[in-house]
């Protein structure tokens, strides 16, 4: 359909069928028994015609087939046969799950998210999803928060990267135009504005407050790169911001999201996050919630259904402009068009189809994605001799922990991806490790490791080498919800790790989680492989990186505190008035704890590899920079190990004086290179004026450059780089 007849469309509308698409209703409303609508639909206190005018669908209806009874319906009984619209929250894969966002973030390889993208796109449209909620943009620098998992951790560079490379996968590359003709794209809706990711104290759904410089400079660029990237759709956040909820913030939606951001796409509501406004105690009642929402600029109204009970009257007495109803009404349709929908409102879907879900190439994609996120966090020996890491052929081995028969290791929103397709650490193992491994087959629950399983790995451990422990949380604990206070591993699977300790030290900790854990209880252990919730083809991932088969080459981009005291901790923090030194660090007044270092346990680009490298001559093409001169700066990096490997360069920039405090080091750039063993290879990144534009402050937070003198340097993470150089922007 061209603009005109969508325009047209909107114009023979009546009220009714306007306030219908704007509403979205729960796909369970459409899967009982057809005729028996007691259920979710008297629960939302709505009636069978709101099912056929609501705008789109929540959730996928549990196969294809369903999705094709439900549009043809919805086709038939709307009177001007307008589609709907199937949204589903794909974030890490369909069926072919992949590590969880925190975990792919490691790999520090943009083209993976392309790839997941993709992959997730070609399985969830087979299955007739129209729309993902995801990317999650969220900037996160607490751990406490569960939803750090969905996130690609602290860092404004890569999550804007990370979004951009995501929505290309699922959107094709020509931002959003495939998604008309090529059925095997998903549209995109990023989230959550904004602000989610720093929630007061870590507690899900708790208030944030950012200053404005804050949000603008650190929090907004993901949002704004996932719009750049063709998203048409935003999704807006649980979480008041400067006392408001952001589904009834009009300077969030109108003037920030529309108008600074110039986002032109459809707004939607979270979870419910309308009617909830009565619980934020800003709207008295459901008519008061849906009136602050709509006028505030939220188009869609998810779960809940204020918008469809209450807005009639509204409109119809002046309350609420009808023009503006028009105006969503007029991207909701855009967005159906864009999709194909009003053409082919199936997207292509056949009854009985086969669906190429699953391939072995999409297997392929995942294991190379669990292998690329795998972090190294330790690799040391027990007795100074050789490290425990790769395993060593002819040793003996043991493997026990909750991990080490689980298939819990999709992590959260793995959609329609099921634990029966995974298998565990142990089956891997024992296709690596042929013989000489000995698994504990007692079993062992992750939050309550039980003294039977404790006495079994012990007894395992006395006859073995090398005792390969997994430990980790449950999906439960990660995701949506699921807040913690104390960032360490369950009491009794620290009880299981001492209980080995004492008699084989030799231990590697193979770590399952979906956040940064406080780890300080296994710092005597020589070796600790991060696998975060590694996908479908985890175990697989792990046992080959385990045997040396894959060179592990994951950094972080989350830091691990040493402890929970240490949180909200990012590396690119301002500089203190006082800042510590080592050379005061013996004084009272700096900035410090008494009762801890200020470093963290891990920091912001920390991994280790079975190759080391090593880096030096750090140099800069010129002393100078300008707006149209940018300056190179480069430096060796050189592969000491008889081993091939994979290392993630980082290139990072202070600013030494500005307007404002400027972050003590924040990255500018990274690369993923490949050195074989004795060789060096020159690494170079550009640094132009617009790299060190920042935030202004109020009113206008403007972005603009300062001339004067920054601070240049490359190296293998955020805490270890060459001394840095000075160049000047001039
Ligand atoms: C979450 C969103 C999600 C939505 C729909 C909410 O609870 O906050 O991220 O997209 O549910 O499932």
């Known amino acids: 359909m061209e603009a005109l007849e969508i325009q047209q469309l909107v114009s023979e509308m009546t009220l009714d069928e306007k306030i219908g698409q704007i509403a979205q209703l ?100 087979q299955e007739g999803v129209h ?39 699922y959107q094709g590359d020509d931002k959003s135009e495939s998604l008309a003709h090529n ?19 870590g507690r899900d759904y708790a208030t944030v407050s950012l200053s404005g410089q804050e949000l603008y400079e650190k929090y907004l660029p993901g949002y704004q790169a996932g719009i750049a990237a063709g998203a048409p759709l935003v999704m807006m956040s649980f979480n008041t911001i400067d006392g408001l909820p952001a589904h009834a913030n009009p300077y969030l939606i109108q003037e920030v999201l529309r108008k600074k951001m110039g986002f032109t796409g459809v707004t939607i509501s979270d979870f419910a996050g309308i009617a909830e406004l009565i619980e934020h105690g800003i709207a008295a009642d459901a008519a008061q919630a849906a009136r602050k929402a709509f006028s505030a600029g939220c188009d869609v109204e998810m779960a809940s259904v204020t918008y469809l009970t209450t807005l009639r009257e509204q409109f119809e007495t002046g309350k609420l402009s009808v023009q503006a109803l028009d105006e969503a009404v007029l991207r909701i349709l855009t967005l159906k068009n864009n999709l194909g929908l009003f053409d082919n409102p199936l997207r292509g879907l056949q009854p009985g189809q086969t669906h190429s879900i699953q391939q072995p190439a999409f297997r392929e994609e995942t294991y190379q994605a669990a292998l690329e996120s795998l972090v190294l966090l330790r690799n040391e020996s027990s007795t100074s001799r050789q490290a425990l890491l790769p395993l060593t052929p002819g040793k003996s081995v043991g493997l026990a922990g909750p991990f080490a028969h689980s298939s819990d290791l999709l992590g959260g929103w793995s959609a329609e991806g099921k634990q029966q397709c995974v298998e565990p650490l142990d089956a891997q193992l024992k296709r690596v490790v042929t013989d000489n491994l000995k698994v504990s087959q007692v079993a062992c629950e992750p939050l309550a490791v039980s003294s039977q399983a404790i006495e079994e790995a012990v007894e395992i451990a006395k006859n073995v080498d090398t005792m390969i422990l997994a430990l980790g949380l449950p999906s439960q604990w990660s995701g949506e919800a699921t807040s913690v206070t104390d960032l360490r591993l369950p009491a009794s699977q620290r009880k299981l790790y001492q209980a080995v300790q004492q008699v084989n030290p030799n231990i590697v900790v193979v770590l399952v989680t979906g956040r940064p ?43 691990f505190p040493r402890n929970v005291g240490q949180v909200p901790i990012h590396y690119d923090a301002l500089p203190s008035g006082r800042p510590e030194t080592e050379e005061n660090k013996q004084e009272r007044y700096v900035s410090h704890y008494v009762d801890c270092a200020n470093e963290p346990a891990y920091p912001f680009g920390f991994g280790k590899s079975y190759s080391s490298f090593s880096y030096s ?73 617009e790299d060190v534009r920042y935030t202004h402050s109020m009113p206008a937070f403007a972005r603009y450059s300062e001339p004067g003198d920054f601070l240049v340097t490359i190296g293998a993470s955020s805490a270890d780089t060459l001394p840095p150089l000075r160049v000047t922007l001039v």
């Open 26 to 125: 729960p796909a369970d409303c459409y899967t009982n028994n057809a005729g028996d609508r007691t259920g979710p639909v008297q629960r939302l206190g709505i009636d069978e015609t709101d099912l056929w005018r609501a705008g789109s669908v929540l959730g996928w209806p549990g196969s294809a087939e369903e999705c094709i009874r439900i549009q043809k319906t919805v086709v038939e009984k709307s009177r001007l046969h307008i589609p709907t619209i199937f949204m589903s929250d794909v974030v890490h894969g369909w069926k072919s799950i992949f590590p969880i966002p925190l975990a792919l973030g490691s790999s520090w390889d943009p083209h993976l998210f392309e790839v997941m993208g993709k992959v997730s796109a070609q399985e969830a449209t």
């Open 131 to 169: 729309v993902t909620f995801s990317p999650m943009v969220d900037l996160v620098r607490d751990p406490r928060w569960g939803r750090v998992m969905e996130s690609t951790g602290e860092d404004v560079l890569l999550n804007s990267q990370f979004a951009a490379s995501l929505i290309k996968g």
């Open 183 to 201: 059925f095997h794209t998903l549209a995109a809706c990023v989230k959550h504005f904004a602000g989610y990711g720093a929630p007061e104290a």
């Open 517 to 559: 854990l406080d780890l300080t209880y296994l710092d005597s252990a020589p070796s600790i492989l991060l696998a975060w919730f590694p996908g479908t083809q985890g175990a697989r991932a792990i046992a080959d990186t385990l045997v040396g088969k894959n060179n592990p080459s994951g950094k972080l981009t989350m830091t």
């Open 617 to 689: 001559d750090l140099q800069v093409s010129s002393a100078e920079f300008s707006q149209d001169q940018p300056v190179t700066v480069s430096a060796t990096v050189t592969n000491e190990s008889s081993r091939g490997g994979t290392e993630i360069v980082q290139f990072y920039v202070h600013d030494c004086v500005g307007e404002l405090s400027r972050p003590v080091r924040e990255l500018k750039g990274f690369k993923r290179i490949e050195i074989n063993p004795g060789e060096s290879v020159r690494v170079s990144f550009t640094l132009t004026e």
